[in-house]
Structures are given as C-alpha cells and as structure tokens.
C-alpha cells in the first residue's frame, strides 16, 4: 500500500522536453516509474528516446490521458507558464498533478487552486515549488532523489525539499510507504492535514513523520487534526527555531510576524497534541527510531 502513487500509476510530464523536464524524466524512469508521455503543443507527435525508452510527446494533457490513461502528471513548465498547464491538468480531470516549478506568483497559485474546487476537486494539486512525491520502490514524481531510501512502514510530509531528502536518508534502514513534498509557499494544494489523514488510513503506514517550518499556521491547525483524528504515532520537526523576526527564510512563507508562526509556539502546539517534536533532523530521526522499535 501506498499514498496517491503507487507501481500502477500512469505518468505524464508537462514539459518534458525542456531541459529540466529531459532530466528527470530521465532520472524518474531509471526509478521505475511508468512515465507513458510528455505535453507540449509545440512537438505533439515526436517521441523522446531515454536510454532505449520511447516516450511519445503529445499535444495537450486531454489526448495523453485518451491515449495513455495516464492519471498522474508532473509539471515543469517555467513559472510563467505553470498556471495555464494547471488549468489544463485539471479540465483533463487528471487525479493527481504534481506541480514541481517554483517561483509562481501567488496570486497565479491561489487561481489554480481555486479554480481545482469550481471543478469539483477532481485534480488533487501536490505543490507548487515543491520536490513532489515518491513511494519507494514502486513509483518516484518529481525530483526527489530514488536511491537515498527503500520502501518501508513510515510516511513522510515536509513542507521542505531538502530536508525531505535528509530524513528519508536518515531512516533508509527502516524506508518509506510515502514521501511527499507538499511544498513551502504561501498557498499550495495538498496540506500536512491532507497527508495525514492519508497516512492514518493507510494499513502499512505504522508511524509517520512531519516537517514544518516557520511562518503561516499550517503546523498548529495539523497539531488539532493529530488530536482528534490521528491514532498512530506522529514525530515532529520544526525548522527555523534561530530565523529574525520579520524576515522571509528560503520558502515564500517562512516569514514569521511577533509571536506569530515561530518555530517554539508550533513545537508547543504539536508536542499538546502528543507528537513528538525533535530539535534537528537527525534527532527527530532518532525518536521515529525509538517508537518503532518499542
């Protein structure tokens, strides 16, 4: 079992003839994953040869799925371009689109998601700026690394890439059902409430870790959920404990204001919901480790 991906997902990728689409189209076919065609209006009917693998190109999201039966796809346009390719996944009504692009204008991120719910809420949204999401061994989306864990009992969500990748390396002994990326800007589609509550309901999830960070109160409204709906264990890790007041960190909303969004009032709010926050990644590791082992 898994979350939202799995080895039957069916994979296209919107802008895969771009240089970084050509990358890790690449990288994600050497994990295993069924990517079955590009998107890009400009070279419908060409095929793309990856190391022996013939990926057809077509011209719009709605003939790939007619042709394909894809449900899943990755965008990489440019982040001028993103909302219209978002727009054109969701009138697809494609299941799942991962936006990986960063640098979206948020007024262009609130439109998309926003017009995902007109349609009914038929397009789950993973993102934007996000690494995307990976089930170990089965199906890898995105950017995330295939090689730094296996697949195992512990769901994933972060709200960062690279520390996404630093806590499935810390625990590459133990792996992963999921791993997702849900991405650090001020409005994304799929939250930490939206992962855990996939988790919890997936039978070989046994434990599952989240990581926040600072700014929004993204990480307090989870810590409510954890309370009232979440019967497995939780570990917790919260980034930018030592961040200015007042000053944007890496992610468009990491920003904190007073008392605000700090690291400190979201580590108090998870550890009342009983989860178990850790000061660094390697210790949140550390009690994910300790739990399981019980």
């Known amino acids: 079992m898994a979350i939202w991906l799995n080895k039957d997902s069916k994979v296209i990728v919107q802008g895969m003839t771009g240089a970084t689409g050509m990358k890790h ?5 050497g994990d295993g994953t069924s990517v079955v065609g590009g998107v ?12 022996g693998t013939e990926v057809p190109v077509f011209g719009t999201v709605k003939e790939a799925i007619e042709k394909t039966g894809a449900n899943v796809s990755v965008i990489f346009v440019p982040e ?7 727009v054109e996944a969701i009138d697809a009504e494609i299941p799942l689109a991962v936006v990986i692009t960063e640098g979206i204008a948020v007024h262009d991120s609130a439109s998309f998601w926003a017009y995902a719910g007109k349609k009914g809420n038929k397009t789950r949204i993973i993102g934007p700026n996000c690494p995307g999401i990976i089930t170990p061994g089965q199906s890898n989306v995105g950017i995330i690394p295939g090689d730094i864990t296996k697949p195992g009992r512990i769901g994933l969500v972060s709200k960062s890439g690279t520390l996404t990748y630093q806590m499935m390396y810390e625990l590459r002994d133990i792996g992963f059902s999921t791993a997702v990326g849900i991405g650090g800007d001020p409005i994304i589609g799929t939250t930490h409430i939206d992962a855990l509550a996939a988790f919890q309901d997936d039978p070989d999830t046994d434990l599952i870790v989240m990581i926040g960070e600072i700014g929004g109160d993204a990480e307090e409204r989870a810590a409510a959920f954890i309370k009232e709906n979440v019967t497995k264990p939780v570990v917790g890790y919260v980034a930018g404990f030592t ?18 969004g700090t690291a400190q009032a979201k580590k108090e709010a998870l550890e009342a919901a009983g989860v ?17 082992s019980a």
């Open 80 to 86: 001028k371009f993103t909302k219209d390719a978002v």
């Open 243 to 260: 961040a200015p007041e007042g000053k944007t960190m890496g992610h468009a909303g990491a920003i904190v204001s007073g008392s605000s």
């Open 40 to 51: 890009n209006p400009r070279k419908a009917g060409q095929t793309v040869d990856f190391d």
């Open 25 to 29: 189209t690449k990288l994600m076919l």
């Open 276 to 292: 178990k926050v850790g000061k660094t990644p390697t210790e949140t590791a550390k009690l994910a480790r300790e739990i399981l």
